[in-house]
């Protein structure tokens, strides 16, 4: 809905309106008359001030949004705040505080302090697969062993062809 800004000396149905929805929350003893008037613009500070807001009297977009339970609509005086162009977070949960790269348990374990200072394999074994293994043409398979499972019951004695 596009609800009007309403203040004392407001009147008509929007004001009926606004009224209805103070006396529906508690903050209106009176009946409705689609005046603002001194009760109403009470009932309007004596609510937005419960609700955290400028207790102005007046009902604009924020007024409205607290009384409907809807989203107010955003306004240019509240810009948007820009992102830090270097955000600095700070070492994590178990990251060196020399370094911020590894874990400090890793390095205690004997791993390098940096990532940079780690090999593909190191890397490779860590983060699972992430660094791919150069192949080459002249790389010939290695030979893998098989091993024969005993199967006693078969007809030709558990051999394995």
Do not use: I, N
């Amino acid at each position: 809905m596009d609800e009007p800004d309403l203040s004392a000396g407001s009147s008509g149905e929007w004001v009926t309106y606004l009224q209805q929805l103070l006396q529906q929350a508690g903050y209106l003893a009176t009946e409705p008359d689609g005046d603002f008037g001194p009760a109403t613009e009470g009932a309007v500070r004596d609510f937005q001030a419960a609700q955290g807001l400028d207790a102005d009297g007046a009902v604009g977009p924020l007024t409205w949004a607290a009384l409907t339970g809807s989203v107010a609509p955003e306004t240019p005086t509240d810009p948007e705040p820009e992102p830090d162009p270097d955000p600095d977070p700070g070492p994590g949960p178990d990251l060196g505080a020399e370094t911020g790269d590894v874990p400090v348990s890793l390095q205690e374990a004997g791993a390098p302090a940096s990532l940079s200072e780690w090999t593909d394999e190191q890397k490779e074994a860590f983060f699972e697969g992430t660094v791919t293994s150069q192949v080459t043409a002249e790389a010939e398979p290695e030979p893998v062993e098989v091993l024969a499972m005993s199967d006693a019951g078969s007809s030709d004695g558990g051999v394995v062809a």
